[in-house]
């Protein structure tokens, strides 16, 4: 939170914390933006306050405002100003910007203004999980302070009943009292801001984490005691020196947040993985998030059932793969009889090789996931679930074998013409389609899924330049600095 650098936590921490459901609490982002700028506003508007001159005679409050907004930029710039705290940072500087205008500061005019921001200078932005799952937890909390404001007005100004209310109603609003008050009202938005963003996480991270009611007030009250006192006042004394002892104190509140994430993360199904979607789920998942946080009647909220009925047909209805070939073609996951994936590869991608598995809904680490293959130098040997031969190609004297004995060929390298393999998939396919996955289909066809058109050939994105293939009697052209370049 000081320096919005998380490489010092160990993987073991970062695995607790992931899935536990509370990850979000390392990454500089909304969360964190918005205690920093709320401690400068309440801060600095209690301390402006502590004179009666300045309270009685002068707008303090907006200049608070304005005061938290440079704060708020120099914490964004101390942080590294990522693309996560930069989202986090115009809607901050929007909600303050607010308060000098005179106009609420919670709406979703606000919001809206935000994301129109984002969306103008980075409209790549809106396909990002960052993007979704912030604008979507904002969302869903001030839908919920909304109503909750509408409903206690509504509770003032409504007249005392001629007669006495019965049991049922009394504890309808004792009930409702304590959900818009207090531990409740905290428990109420987190579970309204999970509700919104579980679509998101599901599609981006194949995963969702059950206990996030419990880890995220727990952690939240220990980062608001530890975390955010500590971080401003070590970087106010780092400079002269003074900040050893707020740096053990806050080493306090990490060791405690580390082990309720291990408490949370060791109990049954903390971690429910999920298989990747029908390409069409998120969308109608996204409307109903949008129906129930934007409509302001009932009747028309409703209408996020239906559109997450459909989506949830569609995140049950994802279409899975039986092989999976990133774009550098130096590795490959293909799955087996058994209906697991296995990884081919002498050193397949840890990023890649966990977000294939991740898709699958499969909870096995990568180095778990290649005992089914054979492989020596030249590269890996395996079998689809209907028998047919993979061979992963790393060295260029394997063509002759392979090709000739193999049903699907994939290799960093330019395959050669003579080679025999039904499927060949080389450096120059994958430089026209990007990524590849292959499904089997019952008659014995393959179907094709890549990452970008063989035609596509946009100004960000052109077309590959052709260059003739390579027979197997002009293997000795490929030099030394070619075959090695892919597999670094």
Request: with cysteine; hydrophobic share 50%.
């Amino acid at each position: 939170m000081v320096t919005g650098k998380r490489d010092f936590l160990s993987e073991n921490a970062k695995d607790l914390i992931r899935r536990a459901g509370i990850f979000h609490i390392v990454t500089i982002s909304g969360m964190q933006m918005t205690l920093v700028a709320g401690l400068f506003f309440v801060g600095l508007r209690r301390l402006l306050a502590a004179s009666q001159t300045l309270a009685l005679n002068y707008p303090i409050k907006k200049w608070a405002a304005a005061l938290a907004m440079v704060g708020a930029l120099l914490y964004d710039i101390g942080t590294g100003s990522r693309v996560g705290t930069e989202r986090a940072l115009v809607m901050t500087l929007i909600m303050l910007a607010a308060v000098l205008v005179d106009r609420p500061s919670l709406s979703m005019r606000n919001l809206a203004l935000a994301v129109f921001f984002v969306v103008a200078f980075e409209p790549e932005a809106i396909l990002g999980a960052s993007f979704q799952l912030s604008f979507a937890a904002v969302g869903a909390l001030i839908a919920v302070y909304e109503s909750r404001g509408a409903y206690l007005a509504q509770s003032r100004t409504r007249s005392q009943p001629a007669r006495p209310q019965s049991r049922l109603a009394e504890w309808r609003e004792a009930a409702l009292d304590r959900l818009l008050h207090g531990p409740g009202a905290l428990l109420v938005a987190t579970l309204c801001a999970t509700s919104a963003t579980a679509s998101f996480m599901a599609y981006d991270f194949h995963e969702l984490s059950p206990y996030v009611l419990i880890g995220n007030p727990l952690t939240l009250a220990v980062i608001e005691f530890f975390a955010v006192p500590c971080a401003l006042l070590g970087a106010a004394l780092y400079p002269f020196g003074l900040d050893g002892f707020v740096w053990r104190w806050l080493e306090m509140g990490i060791d405690l947040i580390v082990w309720l994430a291990g408490l949370i993360a060791a109990a049954p199904g903390a971690s429910l993985h999920v298989k990747a979607f029908a390409p069409w789920a998120l969308l109608f998942l996204a409307l109903a998030v949008l129906s129930a946080v934007l409509w302001r009647t009932w009747t028309l909220r409703a209408t996020a059932i239906p559109l997450a009925l459909v989506g949830l047909l569609g995140a049950g209805g994802g279409v899975g793969f039986d092989m999976i070939v990133p774009a550098t073609g130096d590795a490959a996951a293909i799955r087996l009889p058994s209906g697991e994936l296995t990884l081919l590869g002498r050193k397949p991608g840890a990023f890649a090789a966990e977000q294939w598995l991740r898709a699958d809904a499969d909870a096995r680490a990568p180095s778990d996931a290649r005992s089914a293959a054979a492989c020596d130098e030249s590269g890996c040997v395996g079998r689809l679930a209907d028998g047919r031969a993979v061979s992963l190609v790393l060295a260029r004297g394997a063509f002759l074998e392979d090709c000739a004995r193999a049903a699907i060929v994939v290799t960093p390298l330019r395959a050669p013409n003579g080679c025999a393999a039904p499927i060949v998939i080389d450096r120059e396919k994958l430089a026209e389609t990007g990524a590849i996955s292959l499904r089997l289909l019952k008659d014995g066809a393959v179907a094709w899924t890549t990452a970008r058109g063989i035609d596509e050939d946009r100004p960000w994105s052109r077309r590959p330049a052709q260059t003739p293939r390579q027979s197997l009697a002009e293997e000795d052209e490929y030099s030394d600095a070619e075959l090695a370049e892919p597999l670094d």
